[in-house]
């Protein structure tokens, strides 16, 4: 079934590359500003490598809910949850909520989330976890810029995408 108000965000490759040794592939402060902007005030979903993977957490201004199957993991200021039914229960008063990785997480979330917030960096990388392949035929573009990142020497794009059947 899918969700409305659940939305991913995620920054990838062009070959769905999305992480490797529990770290991003590629710095971009733009994207991080917009990442900020787009989550501030809103539900955050992770998985606890994600979580431990931030330099700092919990990150301002957001809900943090954080999937584990570690019955003793205790992230101070973030909600526990076990499974990916719990983590939807906690959302039905939710306008939107974010799912931010990682890969397991992504991949669990992809069929139920209603939108698509990329940044898709337009080269290839050599990574260990991945985004699940898209379906562009589901999805409709409502937005797109294009940019070039002079330090890193490659262009990328912010789409928004609104799944075509809801």
Known sequence: MIHKNISIIVAIAENFAIGKDNDLLFHLPNDLKRFKQITSGHTIIMGRNTLLSLPKWPLPNRRHIVITDNKQDNFPG??????????????????????IGGGSIYRQFYPLSGKLYLTLVHKSFDADVFFPEIAWGEWEEISREDHFDEKNRFNYSYLNLKRKDI
């Open 78 to 99: 973030c909600e526990i949850v076990f499974s990916i039914e719990e983590a939807v229960n906690l959302l039905q008063n939710e306008e939107e909520a974010f799912i």
